[in-house]
Each structure stands twice: as structure tokens, then as C-alpha cells.
């Protein structure tokens, strides 16, 4: 049977789902009807200096009816008295002992301050700490949040700060507002940190009202950028979680943040190396609910797969992730379309003409193959044909399909397999699960990467400016 | 010249009728027709499309839904179909569009392709702009249209987007023929119908209306014009061709849909037959039961898989309460002034497949009215010559032989299309076949 305890920097856990800093965990009683629906931990609404909020705050963007597939928001950290907050922290932690409480913590850039929040939090009872660094907005223009994260010295100096008083396990919440993230990661475990928790929103302006032109969300009639999250992130969370957890001299046990809404999610930020992974967009949308089939979900894909514990897996994909220099370039794949699956919506053919490379055709009733006819001559000639609607009877009877498939072979569409770049794009658009597969075609050829063929001079290398940190 | 009508103003409607024919397919709500239009797929030539006699741009309309575009959607509708306010609500969408869907492949439902074309063609209408068109610049050059309906207002529309003079003459006070007169009113309302062609007439179509055109006139016609547009639909319902059909309580089914649908006939004996099993028939035995009849019978002489109407129509038929009497055929009427009874005679199939009597199969089924759907026929005789010259164009069985590419008939001055070229289809049919013409008189008469 296997289990979703585990220890995340010397916190035992109870599963890895944690309901990040964010309104979600805004008081003691939400988190404790949290911890009732399955949460095994929470990051504290942010604890810090006082603070104003404007209203209205979020705003999302819906894509294709469905709502929320970003969210962004302009509300600052906790609006409620630092003593409350930790009184409820207290209560929560004598009522549920094997929950997780993490205090989310954002004061000013003072050592004594610093000091003072990271006492009476330990105090009041909390399992660990998060250094919130990443907020994008309004506290960033009084030295904090983001204005910390995104200067590596900061980030260094005020870890260094918590770590001198502080005795459970310190976490840095990193902002993805910064070009290269493992910068700031790198200088938190210098400062000696104890764990990563990434990403934090990012800086976004989510749309303008087309009869107003004022931006959302609206206040007075004007906006502000937010901070953006929500299934739209995901990849890019992804991606910021394998950089840091790929560069030995920044990875430290990672809290994986951004887009996760379901154990698929949750199953890729481990996959990458994350110990637990935080929620907030998810949770704001449908409730606390959701973590049941996370960990339902999760727990059934453990026992198909046979691991025991989330370490059996936990950064496992990290090795299949390589720079592009190192992929193999004679690795050839060409599209196959399952003629029995296909609608018929010749969406893959208008993709592979106007946005791949004109090598699928809709040919297969002509005399021979035809790889001039464009998109444009195959809709005109489908105009110019004269269509009735058809009598019972007169014309219903026998009129079927042009070919031993359900769907007419004049609408099936051809794969030039020779001119196929295997790009993908085909397979991507089409709405039949499993109806454009990509299918291996042996080049013969040993495997060869970029990097080889510079080694080997057959192409030049590449020439950088002097000093460039990326290369 | 485009003086303003209002055609909807003068529409004859009922309250009572409204009441006993609401819509079958109710209107989406906004909410409801964006979420239908996003799950259109978008396809690349669209069978959709192809399957639509007017080719509209199905997924173009759709994907302006769903981008809050409707404008742009009932543009793209008009510009393929003048009438796609009444295509939306009339078309056996089961048969076209809709059955042509990629999505009856997918295991989901067909995308609702009407509905959604309904609501593009309605906000048009509740905006109060005008047609997204306008007239081409004069030619000079003018047409005679014979008859109001779906084939010449859409050849109407073609020609005056072109700047050609278009001149329509109906036999009947309102236009639209079957389209205002003839469609189920839980379908298309008179009244909606009438305010399509409000404003199609923004496009300065010139009616005359209570002029029916004869052999005399269509000769002055061809004279005065550059071209004649024939659109005259089908004629009269046949007869049965016995004894007593002239009698108080016979009526045929385009009477009796036009009476209704203008308010005339409001309510329905207790027992009503429909002999006949078309599309027509149908409707006519809807009708009966929704006007209050208690019985209504459907009288056939084969068997329900050799019926003309569309499987759907004959479900909602059952669905309204209509009962069937398969291999049957009227001998007799009786009744003493008024009809009281239908005699009929069972048949049944001999093994050269003709149809005979049952021995001993004669019975009775008492009824108030009668009503005959047993096909129209054709009208074509004004086109016979005058003074015995040759026929102005070449006909198969009364229906008008013609180019189908562009309407044009064996004499090149006339064109044609609709219910009198094809014999009687849909209204969609009879649009398609106007806007062929249109474009095809106006493309002969720039090289003529
Ligand atoms: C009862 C019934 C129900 C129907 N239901 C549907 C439906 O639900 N959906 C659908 O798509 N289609 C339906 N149809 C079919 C559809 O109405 C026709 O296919 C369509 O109206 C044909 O258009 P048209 O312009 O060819 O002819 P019509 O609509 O018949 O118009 C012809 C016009 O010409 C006029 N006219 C005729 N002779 C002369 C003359 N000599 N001089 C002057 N004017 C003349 C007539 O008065 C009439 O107004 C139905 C038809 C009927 C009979
Ligand atoms: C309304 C809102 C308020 C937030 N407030 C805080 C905060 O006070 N402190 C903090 O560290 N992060 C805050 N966040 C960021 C979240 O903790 C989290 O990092 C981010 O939303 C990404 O996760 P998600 O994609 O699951 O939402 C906030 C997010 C939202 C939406
Ligand atoms: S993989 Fe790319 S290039 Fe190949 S058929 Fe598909 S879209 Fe075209
Ligand atoms: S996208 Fe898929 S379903 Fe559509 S035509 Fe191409 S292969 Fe067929
Ligand atoms: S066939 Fe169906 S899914 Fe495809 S464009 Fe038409 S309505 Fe949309």
C-alpha cells in the first residue's frame, strides 16, 4: 500500500499537498475546515506589517468557456493584526498536532525586525517558516516582497538574518520576476536556508475593458499590474523548478507552486524534484475539496506505477531534461493518422499548410497523389459544388461514404511521410484522442547531438560576448 | 428608391395562434450560445458548410459568437443567405448542416447550428441596424421576378447588390410566399417572416403585390425588361378524384396552414383527417391537434418507411399526439352537405408490388374535416405562348428546366429557380437556387 507521508526538510508531513500563502488560509478557521477536507499542511496568509487593500482585486482570463485559466490579483499580505494571526496559529496547532503550519512571513528590511516576527511565530507554534520574497506588488514599493527576491544580496543578507533565530526549518519563496531564477535560489542556500518554495505570481496585466480602456482589475478607474497564476502558469513553474533543482549549487528540498489543480500536476512538480507542492488558484476556484482526488489520484497512479513513497519517484524526470545541445538530432519521428479515429475535421491539414511545413494532403480520391492543390483550391472547389437537401427516399438511400471508413476518405487526410519534420503540430490539434500518433522511423544513423558535431568540427561553434553567464 | 416598408406592421397575427404555437426550438441565451459555439471545432472546408444548400460560412458565424463579434456573425449568414434569419428556424437541419456535423463521428452531439444562427440573426434584428449591405451602383439595367417567395427575394437581393433594377410581382397581398404563408408557425411565425423581408427591401427591391401574372402580362414583362426571373413555386394541392369533395369540411392543407397562420382559423373540429404523409401532411395534422381537435389521423396508403416526410417530422407527429392509418386509401365521402365520414379500404401489396383492395377491407372513420396533403402541382401554363407559340421555356413533368449553375432556362432571357425548378424542396433550396440566378443574370447580362 502506499503512503503519501512524507519528510519535507525535517518536517514530517502528512501528505504533500500544503494550501500556499494567499487568501485560501486567510484565518485559523478556514484551515482547520482545510485540514477536515484533506489538506495536509498550510502556508500562512502572509504575516508582516500592516497593510490597505483596494478593491476590486483579481482578475482572470477565461479561454474557450472556461473560467479562470489565469487569475491575477493586486492584494497585498495579510490584513489582519499580526497578534490575531498568530493566536490562530496557536489554536490550530493545539487542535491539529500532525498538520502542517507554515508562517509566511514579509516585514521590513531591518535585522532586529526580522528577529522579533521569526520568535513570536516559532512561538505561537508554526512548523517552519516561508520568506515570502516574491510579492509583485504593492509591498515591493516599500522595500519588500519582490524587491528583496530580485536582488540575490537581499535575499542572502535577510535569509541570513532568520536563519541566526530562527529553529525550524526556513523556507525562501522565490518570485519569478527575474530572468534566471536560480540567481536568487543560489543565494539562499549560501545564506543557508533550508528549502525552496517556487514560484510566486508573475507580473501580469490580464486585459482592458474594450468600452472603458481601463484596465483590470479596476480601481477608481485605474489598474496596476498583478501577480499572475493558475492552470496558465504551470509550464513556466515547471520550468523555473527543474532550473533550480538541476543546478547542484542552488537545489534544496523544493515546495513546488504554480497551476496545480490535480494529482497530474502534482505528479510532474514532484517528477522535477519537489518534496510537497502548494495550491491557491485551484483551491479559490472549486474549494478545499479538490485535494480529495489529488490524493486519491496520486495514490492510484503510485500503485500502478509500484512506488511505496513519493521518494520512490521524486526526481525522476530531472535526468530526462538536458540542454538542447545534448538531444539526439538524428532521432526521427513522422505522423500517422488512424484513418478508423479520424472525424474528418481537416483541422490537422489547414494546420500542417499554414503553421508546419504543406506535407499533409487531401488526396486520397484523387487519381494520384497531389501536393499543389492548396488549402484555398480544395474550399473552392467544395463551394462550387451544388448541394440539396436531400428527399426520404429519392436521395437518402445509398448515399454513404466514399470508403471503408466511417468518415468519408476525401476527408482523410495524408501524411507525406517523406516531407514530415515530425514537428508535432498535426497530432497537437487534433481532437481525436490517440487519432495523429507520432511513430519512429529508423534514420540508421548512430545517435548525434549539436554539442558532438562541434566537438567533432563538423559545425563551427558558436561565438558568445565575453563574460555572458548564460553560455 | 428604397423607400421604407413595413411589412411586419401589416402581418395579420394572432394572439391565440401565438399562444397555440410557440416555438419548438426555443432561443439560446447569450450564456448558452457562446458555450455551444466554443465547442464547434472550427473545421478546415467544413462539411457544415458543404452540406448547406447556400454554403453559409458555418464555423466563420459560429467562432464571431464566441467572440462577441455578432455584427460580423450576421453578416457572414446574410452575405451567404438573405434569409438566414427564417433558414435558421425553418431548415430540416437534420438532414443538412447539423447531419453533416463531424461531431455525430465524435460521440457528442451535433453542433446546434441553427440555434446559434437564430441568435446571430436575432441580435441583428433587436439592434435595429440595418441590412449590412448596400445597393450597387445603377446598371440600368432591371429584372421581373414572378412571385414573392424565397428564390425571387433572394435573386432580388443579388441583383440589387449589383446595382440592377429588381421588380417583383406576387399573387398574394404580403411576400414570402410559402416561407410567410406555408411554414408551421411554432417554426417560423408569419410575423418573423415578414420583418426578414423588411429588411431585405432596405435594398430597394420594388414589390407589386395582388398581381398574378398571366401569359398577356409576362409577354409586356419580357419586353420591358432586361431579364425575367421565374419564381412562382408549386400550385394547388392535387385532388383525390372522388365523389364529394366538394363539400363543406374538405379543405387542402395549404389552406388550412395559410388560414391559420393569418388568424382565420383558430380552432379545430373534434375529428381531423390528413390524407397524405409528406412534410405538408404533417404539418397540417400538427396543426389540427394544437388548433383543439381531439383526433386527428394521418391516412396513407403504403407503410411508414415509404413515407416523403423526414424521420424527425414524423417523430414529433407521434410526439404531439397524431395517429397513423398505414395502407389505407379514401373510396368514398359521405355526409349530407357537411362530410361525416371517410371510407376507406385497406390495401395490401400483390407480388408485382402494386397495390390492391383487402377483400372485405372497407370501414368507416367518422370526421368533421378532411384535409388533402396529397402534393402540389405544378403551374406553369402562363408560359405557354400567346397565340399558340411555343412555350417561353422547356419543362420535364411541369417543372422548369434549368442551368443549375446559374439558373439560366432554354431561353436565355429567362432564368428560374425554387420549388418550380425542383419540384418542391426547402426553403433553402429555393435561396440557393435565387442567389445562383442573381449572380448568373447579372454576369449574362454584363457580357450579353
Ligand atoms: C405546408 C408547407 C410547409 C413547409 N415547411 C417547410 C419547412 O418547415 N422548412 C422549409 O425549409 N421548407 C418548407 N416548405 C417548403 C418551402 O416553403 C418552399 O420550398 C419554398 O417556399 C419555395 O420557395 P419559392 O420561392 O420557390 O416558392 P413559394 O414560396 O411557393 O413562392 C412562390 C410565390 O409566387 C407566387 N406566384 C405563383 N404564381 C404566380 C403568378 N403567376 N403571378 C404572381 N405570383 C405568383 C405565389 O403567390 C407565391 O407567393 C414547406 C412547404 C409547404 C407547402
Ligand atoms: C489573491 C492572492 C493572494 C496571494 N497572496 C499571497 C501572499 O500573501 N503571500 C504569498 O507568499 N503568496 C501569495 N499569493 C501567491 C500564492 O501563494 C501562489 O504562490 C500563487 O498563487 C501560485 O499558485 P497557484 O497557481 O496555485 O495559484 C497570492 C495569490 C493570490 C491569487
Ligand atoms: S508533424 Fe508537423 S510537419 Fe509532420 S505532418 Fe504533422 S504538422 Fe506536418
Ligand atoms: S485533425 Fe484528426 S480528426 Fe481531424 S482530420 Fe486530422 S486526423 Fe482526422
Ligand atoms: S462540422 Fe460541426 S464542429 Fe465542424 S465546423 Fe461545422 S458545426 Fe463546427
Redesign the pocket.
Known sequence: MPTLETTFAGIKCINPFWLASAPPTNCGEQIMRAFDAGWGGAVWKTIGAPITNVSSRYSSIDWNGQKMMGFNNIELISDRPTEVNLREIAEVKRRYPKNTVIASLMVESKRETWHDIVQRAEDAGADGLELNFGCPHGMSERGMGAAVGQVPEYCEQITGWVKEKARTPVIVKLTPNISDIRIPARAAKRAGADALSAINTINSITGIDLDTLEPRPMVDGKSSHGGYCGPAVKPIALNMVQQVMSDPNAALPMSGIGGIGSWQDAAEFILLGSGTVQVCTAAMHYGYRIVEDMADGLLAWMRRKGYETLDDFRGHSLPNMREWKNLNLNYKVVAHIHESKCIGCDLCYTACWDGAHQCIHLDRTLPAPNHFRTPDMVAAESRSRIST?PIPKLDLDGAGADGPYRTPLSRIPRVDEEECVGCNLCSLVCPVPECITMERIDTGLAPETWEERVAAGIVPQGVGHAGNPNL | MSEQTNFQAQSPGSAEIAARFPDLHPAFDKTAAVTEANRCLYCFDAPCTSACPTHIDVPRFIKKIASDNLEGSAKTILDANILGA??S????VEVLCEGACVMHRYNKQPIEIARLQRFAMDALHESGAPLPFSPGKDTGKSVAL?????????CAAELRRRGIRAEI????PL??????????EY??PLAESLREIDLISQLGVEFHFN????AA??AALEASHDAVFL?????AIHKLGIAGEEMQGVTN??DY?AGYKSGEITTAPQRVAVIGAG??AI??ANAAVRLGAQEVHMVYRRGPEQMSAFAFEYEHAKQEGVKFLWHVKPTGLKGAGKVEALELAKLETTSDGSLVPQAGGEFSLPVDLIVL?IG?AT?TD?LAGLDSQPSKVKLERGRILVDRATGQTSNPKYFA??????G????????A??KRAGIGIAAWLEVK
Open positions: 437537401t | 427564417s433558414c428556424r425553418a431548415c430540416p414572378i412571385g414573392g417567395g424565397p428564390a425571387s427575394l433572394a410581382f406576387d399573387a398574394r411576400p414570402g410566399g410559402l416561407n410567410t404563408y406555408g411554414i408551421a417554426k417560423l398581381t398574378t401574372v398571366d402580362q409576362l419564381g412562382m413555386g408549386l400550385g392543407a395549404l396552414i412534410n405538408t404539418d397540417a396533403a402540389q403551374h402562363f429557380g425554387g420549388d418550380c425548378t425542383n418542391g424542396r426547402e426553403v433553402v433550396d429555393a435561396v437556387d435565387g
